[in-house]
């Protein structure tokens, strides 16, 4: 399973762009990558997931070079309510989810 | 929007006495998983099921821990003879696809505490 590094917090002003990046050195070939946030005392909430090049979706933009061994969370003009945990995951889909510690972004106002 | 549902919210327990968590999946999904979290760690994969069997767990589910489905819209974990350490938010979660890399709908989650 492909160890994922991301960064341990994040401070961000409100209306600015987050962009939060996931190291993944030994991705294997079949392995999409995914990201989850959560806040306090909720489950985890799918955000968005991509296999190369750039994805998005109404809440983010997932970026991914051309030798997928890092990849970008981006999004777009935070809100205090976008302060949570955002975990990246990577894996081919017959293995369960594998959360690490996360990034903890913190949005100020 | 269909979303998992999870009872009780917060269960308060003795040492040594059997929870069962109750969890109600998305209708049409047809995986189910159940997750722990201990308080200030990681989300842990616990076990995964389907077609009315395990398709997979962790080193975490030992034999005190068991799944069942119930009916049709039931998912339940039992926990036989809860320990300390069982304390944790318990996460239900489902797909609809195989996998684990498409998309997981998680409840929102029961706060075990073992006293």
């Known amino acids: 399973l492909a160890k994922t590094t991301q960064p341990i917090s994040m401070d961000s002003y409100e209306g600015q762009e987050v962009n939060i990046t996931c190291s993944h050195n030994?991705?294997?070939?079949?392995?999409?990558i995914t990201w989850y946030q959560q806040f306090p005392s909720q489950g985890p909430r799918f955000i968005i997931q991509g296999y190369k090049t750039k994805v998005t979706n109404e809440v983010a933009s997932l970026f991914i070079p051309a030798d997928r061994k890092s990849s970008t969370l981006s999004l777009p003009r935070v809100s205090l309510s976008d302060t949570a945990v955002y975990y990246c995951?990577?894996?081919?889909?017959?293995?369960?989810?594998?959360f690490g510690k996360g990034t903890r972004l913190s949005v100020i106002a | 929007e269909p979303e998992v549902t999870q009872t009780p919210s917060h269960q308060v327990t003795q040492m040594g006495q059997e929870v069962i968590l109750r969890c109600v999946p998305i209708?049409?999904?047809?995986?189910f998983y159940w997750y722990r979290q201990i308080l200030g760690q990681k989300v842990e994969f616990l076990v995964s099921f389907y077609n009315n069997e395990i398709s997979e767990k962790s080193e975490i589910f030992d034999d005190q821990f068991s799944v069942e489905r119930p009916d049709g819209s039931n998912f339940t974990l039992k926990i036989r003879s809860t320990k300390l350490e069982d304390s944790a938010m318990y996460f239900c979660?489902?797909?609809?696809?195989?996998?684990?890399?498409?998309?997981?709908?998680f409840g929102p989650g029961t706060r075990l505490t073992v006293l």
């Open positions: 209708s049409n999904h047809l995986y």
């Open positions: 979660a489902s797909s609809s696809l195989a996998g684990g890399w498409n998309e997981q709908f």
């Open positions: 995951l990577v894996g081919d889909g017959n293995t369960p989810l594998v």
């Open positions: 030994n991705i294997a070939t079949n392995d999409y």
